[in-house]
């Protein structure tokens, strides 16, 4: 076959249109994503600035020399470390039990049989399309009457009654692993705990890194639940203890102050991020097959 | 009520291998149960449960201090007739009208963009994503600060292109636009499902439409759009849940205002339910957001087999 020798001009050819296409692409996808990464600049630039900068018009951009001791002030001017606590045993506990309960019943889902499972899967399934809304007034009231509000109860031990969405990635999973590897097991006489203990869970260990990075961050970033159930200032999370720093006496209408605490409540999910990547984009949408949970951030529960 | 099969099937492969017969253990159906049981009592405990216990406190009236009070209809009654609730509701249902088709729109293009074969396009995934990981308190502290009438960054930039920016958080008419666009940056858990889905579309039908003298667009109108349908349906579903459900932003950047211009759903409940201590009013608040969901999910679900296309249809006809 001749090849094909192109008198058009380059815009015209194959492979002249598919790098034109690619390179108006990059384009779009480069302004789009300076529009995504503003904010964080804005927040940067103003976290570094002296507080003589912040309100002017037009603005500093690159605040010089940057004041990098407001963040010593921001973080010391209120107890963050507290706050930091605080968060720290909430996240942990959630991902203990939400790790431990959610690959125990998906297990159960997954392979043994009894009457009523399907049933039960399908109303655990269900559950997903419930919004917050409906159930927050009796768990509060539930709460209270157990003398767990103020404390760190609520936001912890629901977690470790497992939560649909896992429980459902979970049970997937499980159902692609070949029950042969079990079976060598359970001739040994082995129990069915001690076959989710010692076999499922080291084999599962990529899915349970995806839930406890989504986990994570859907509770660090959470506010609701520690704004209803959290009365203390000694007892707030980050989430909620930013939220009343504007117009608090301490950091007040200091935006560079604000901005700061924010930039550094940012960073534990920003590393987490950055560490796990391929559990958050590429292992989702490429090895999984199973597409990202949207995070429930803005639910209600 | 029941999660339609669809909603797992668009996104989860139902090629799971044939269960083999299983050697039984001896009661079997204990171990089952056992491995049941924190589900079972999560439903009971924490969902099902509270959820009839809502409907059942929805016709009381109950402050914590003193026993609820069965009052029937009254709460429901006083509700429709409440101007806050209909301003909450018209607040609500714009927020849902724009933000949900524009961010499906978003995110599909987004996610097409996203999907081209070119070196560094992991930078740009991850860097769409990151609102989604990145959010909550502190980024809608940052927006307000984005917003600031004066010197926030939003309105700097416009001054740059001779636009005079609205006051946006503390003009009536703007707030809630300016939320919107705030949910708009958050759009990339969208585009990421719509990613996967593109990445299920087999190459080989791009080619047969490309011989058949198909351009992109009537490749995207034709093998993108319907083969797409059914990611599209799901992050439908998730996207209207999610938009009548939106709490932090509306509560940290405009606590409901100017003039209760923000005044959500959700944030006329919290007022009710923990700042007056109305707990039975507030109830009848949440289950009337639960009916509103139901009823449009339902209708999505109905519609669907006009435009949700699925793989065992095509290899039926």
Not at chain 2, 140 to 156: D, K, S, T, Y
Not at chain 2, 182 to 195: H, R
Request: with cysteine; proline share 7%.
């Amino acid at each position: 076959m001749a090849r094909q020798i192109s008198t058009l001009p380059f815009w015209r050819t194959r492979g002249g249109q598919d790098r034109l296409v690619t390179a108006a692409i990059f384009m779009v996808l480069l302004v789009g994503g300076a529009v995504v990464l503003l904010p964080f600049f804005w927040m940067l630039s103003t976290a570094l600035k002296l507080p003589e900068q912040v309100y002017l018009s037009p603005p500093v951009w690159l605040p010089f020399p940057p004041q990098f001791v407001n963040f010593w002030t921001a973080l010391t001017r209120v107890p963050f470390h507290l706050y930091a606590f605080n968060t720290t045993i909430i996240v942990t506990f959630v991902m203990i039990g939400t790790l431990l309960s959610c690959s125990f019943t998906a297990y159960g889902f997954a392979r043994l049989n009894a009457p009523g499972k399907d049933f039960i899967f399908m109303l655990v399934l269900a559950t997903l399309m419930l919004p917050g809304a409906v159930t927050l007034v009796p768990t509060y009231l539930m709460f209270n009457s157990l003398g767990w509000v103020n404390t760190f109860l609520p936001l912890i031990v629901p977690s470790f009654f497992g939560s649909a969405f896992n429980i459902f990635l979970l049970r997937q999973f499980y159902l692609t692993i070949p029950v042969e590897l079990e079976d060598a097991a359970r001739i040994d006489g082995a129990s069915p705990y001690r076959i989710w203990w010692s076999i499922m869970l080291p084999l599962s260990m990529p899915v349970l890194a995806t839930v406890a990075v989504f986990t994570f961050v859907a509770t660090y970033n959470d506010f609701f639940t520690p704004l209803i159930y959290l009365a203390d200032e000694d007892k707030y999370t980050i989430a909620v203890a930013l939220s009343y720093f504007q117009g608090s006496p301490r950091i007040g209408p200091q935006m560079h102050l604000l901005m700061a605490a924010v930039t550094v409540s940012l960073l534990p999910p920003l590393i987490l991020f950055l560490a796990a990547q391929r559990y958050f984009v590429r292992g989702i949408v490429r090895d999984q097959g199973v597409a990202a949970r949207p995070l429930p951030i803005y639910s209600l529960s | 009520m029941q999660a339609h099969p669809p909603v797992g099937s668009a996104i989860v492969s139902d090629t799971l291998p044939a269960q083999r017969p299983i050697r039984r253990w001896t009661r079997e159906s204990f171990h089952a149960y056992v491995f049941m049981l924190p589900a079972i009592l999560g439903l009971l405990l924490f969902t099902l449960g509270p959820a009839i216990a809502s409907l059942w406190l929805s016709f009381t009236e109950y402050n914590i201090l003193t026993p609820p009070e069965w009052i029937g209809l009254a709460n429901y009654a006083e509700m429709f007739q409440a101007q806050l609730f209909w301003q909450a509701l018209r607040v609500s249902a714009i927020y849902s009208v724009v933000s949900v088709p524009l961010g499906l729109t978003l995110a599909l293009g987004l996610a097409v963009l996203l999907n081209h074969k070119m070196r560094g396009m992991m930078v740009f995934r991850s860097i769409y994503y990151l609102p989604t990981v990145i959010s909550g308190v502190g980024v809608a502290m940052l927006w307000r600060w984005l917003f600031n009438a004066e010197f926030g960054v939003i309105n700097v930039l416009l001054d740059k292109v001779g636009i005079n920016g609205p006051a946006w958080l503390l003009d009536q008419r703007w707030a809630l636009p300016a939320l919107i666009f705030t949910s708009l940056w958050g759009v990339g858990g969208t585009t990421l499902i719509f990613l996967a889905g593109l990445q299920g579309i087999p190459q080989e039908l791009y080619e047969a439409a490309e011989i058949d003298g198909a351009g992109r667009w009537n490749q995207f109108r034709s093998v993108t759009l319907p083969l797409l349908s059914n990611v599209t349906f799901f992050n439908l579903v998730l996207g209207i849940i999610g938009a009548l459900q939106v709490f932090t932003d509306a509560f940290v950047i405009t606590r409901g205002g100017p003039n209760h211009a923000t005044l959500f759903l959700s944030v006329y409940l919290y007022q009710h339910a923990f700042l007056y201590l109305n707990m039975g009013y507030a109830a009848a608040i949440a289950w009337f957001m639960f009916l509103l969901v139901m009823t449009l999910t339902l209708i999505v679900f109905k519609s669907s087999p006009f435009w949700v296309f699925y793989e065992s249809e095509r290899r039926g006809k």
